[in-house]
């Protein structure tokens, strides 16, 4: 039975196909001849802060990451669930920026994979037998063709699963990295470069008139390992981690209230239409966003079917229509070249999601073919 049909969107659901169905760019970037490393998963952020004793406070004395080894130039962190050295890297810096997005690959091998891809893509690429991070071995970093710096490693210290050790945990443990979220001006582009890196999409964002405004790219059989949003790039839109439980997001809420540091909340808590997750957003203390997400589905069959929800179905990016605030379509942190220089920000000239859905020019409906405007209609910023 074929699975490549459009289900057109009538009724509440999002439209479901069982292609990639976005379409192509104007713009591509030629597919290597080279073979792709076999790409795992997400596995850690490479992140500058500007204060390193502020930093630490949000995400080790408020959030619970669980410090592997520290110095006065970087704290390297994970999740409970983690058995790698780290998760996310917090490294002193000039500009708070991003400075790598690095993905675990299944053999060593695969290390000579990426340097030839990369290399026939006409990129920079640069390899360290000895890692370019604590508790990492030998990797390549490369300048991809979207201007996002990417490492690719195998090699890696242990350290114990802290899984179970439950005396350890706080009510708002994060137990695993989940996903990067990425800005990038033109999706189709990103998207079909991610293709050929070995990603498939399961999600985007689309409108009739065939404008992609976001896509959601999995390697890992979850929803995503990394998501392409339309807008002003390179950018790290933000970087999530799971917890197991709604609860535990609450509690995170809670924390936050009871320290009154409120307003390090961006948005939510809420549940997601795309993924059918359930989030929060935080900003750190330079502003580097933080989602904490969990409960989205599997989508490891070959046959998982893409969703794709109209840009202008109020539910996509919150499932009980509440707004989503315009710093999260506009903020996002820069990203740094191999020389640790930030990146320069191209401007997206494709519609943008924020000025087609919110405020006079833009529209949202809760359901479809309904005139009314009110409250969740995304009328209220
Ligand atoms: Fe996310």
Same mark, same amino acid.
């Given at each position: 039975m ?28 030629p597919?290597?001849?080279?073979? @792709? ?18 930093s ?12 592997t ?10 999740s ?33 994979? $990426? ?10 690429v ?18 991809d @063709? ?56 399961? !999600? ?7 404008t992609?405004? $976001? ?5 890992? @059989? ?7 949003t ?25 924390k ?5 540091m &409120?307003?390090?909340? !961006? ?55 509440? @707004? ?20 320069p920000?191209?401007?997206r000239t ?13 529209? &949202?409906y ?16």
């Open positions: 074929s699975t490549d049909h459009v289900v057109t969107g009538d009724g509440p659901e999002p439209v479901v196909t069982g292609t990639d169905p976005i379409p192509a760019s104007s713009n591509p970037i597919t290597p001849a080279a073979t @792709p490393p076999d790409v795992v998963r997400c596995a850690y952020l490479d992140l500058v802060v500007t204060d390193l004793a502020a630490r406070a949000f995400y080790v004395d408020v959030l619970g990451l669980v410090v080894e520290e110095d006065d130039e970087a704290i390297y962190l994970r409970f669930e983690e058995f790698i050295h780290h998760n996310l890297v917090l490294r002193k810096g000039p500009v708070a920026a991003a400075a790598a997005f690095a993905y675990r690959v299944r053999t060593p091998e695969d290390l000579d994979r $990426a340097v030839a891809f990369y290399t026939e893509l006409g990129c920079r640069e390899r360290r037998p000895d890692g370019f991070a604590k508790g990492i071995g030998d990797s390549v970093r490369v300048e @063709p979207l201007g996002f710096p990417y490492e690719f490693f195998y090699d890696v210290e242990h350290v114990e699963r802290l899984a179970w050790r439950y005396e350890l945990h706080t009510p708002g443990a994060l137990v695993r990295l989940d996903h990067f979220n990425q800005v990038t001006p033109d999706v189709p582009r990103a998207v079909k470069y991610m293709e050929d890196l070995g990603f498939r999409v399961t !999600e985007d964002i689309q409108d009739e008139a065939g992609t405004y $976001a896509a959601w790219m999995r390697r890992k @059989p979850t929803v995503h390992d990394t998501a392409m339309g807008g002003n790039g390179p950018r790290l839109h933000h970087i999530a981690f799971s917890t197991h439980e709604k609860h535990n997001i609450i509690a995170i809420c809670d936050l209230g009871a320290l009154r &409120s307003d390090v909340i !961006e948005r939510g808590p809420g549940r997601h239409g795309v993924s059918n997750a359930f989030y929060l957003y935080l900003r750190d203390p330079d502003g580097h966003r933080v989602e904490i997400y969990t409960q989205d589905y599997w989508t490891g069959d070959p046959d998982n079917p893409v969703v794709t929800w109209d840009v202008h179905d109020n539910q996509r990016r919150d499932w009980w229509g509440n @707004p989503v605030v315009p710093s999260w379509y506009t903020e996002a942190s820069l990203v740094l070249d191999l020389d640790g220089n930030p990146r920000v191209v401007a494709d519609d943008s999601e924020m000025e087609v859905t919110v405020g006079a020019d833009g529209f &949202s809760t359901r479809k073919g309904d005139e009314e405007k009110g409250f969740k209609l995304g009328h209220t910023l």
